[in-house]
């Protein structure tokens, strides 16, 4: 015996009931995490100056070992010139390894007889409900 479909008028309403939920505890949580991140940095910030104080790099404690090193974050302002070093430098070990999904699509839309070696892909059908206006 075959079931009977749920309509999807109710689907829809039980969809948008969870994944309102979902947002309002993800951003209860996102606040409580800003909070404790707040906190913790104002430690980190006292721990910092207190070795900076002292000249340490390391120091031990009953509750673990406190290290500071430098922590170094690289940007780029001329990505079109950077494009260009990596090229004449042969450097795409500079670049991480991801592929620019939406820029790929694209190239495959505009480009299909182009094969791309080692190229995969996996679709999926995937669901989406907006309310009502």
Known sequence: MEEPQ???DKLAKVYLKIRTEIQMRTKAFEEEMGVLEEQKKEVS???REQMKLSGSKSVRTDY???IMKVKT???MQDWDGF???IVQNNALDLLQRRIAQKNMEKFLEDTPDVQ???L???SEYEITVTKPK
């Open 83 to 85: 494009k260009q070093f």
């Open 64 to 66: 673990g070992t406190v």
């Open 116 to 118: 791309v070696p080692g």
């Open 120 to 122: 995969t892909s996996n």
């Open 6 to 8: 749920i309509p999807m």
């Open 45 to 47: 910030d006292a721990m």
């Open 73 to 75: 974050v690289f940007g």
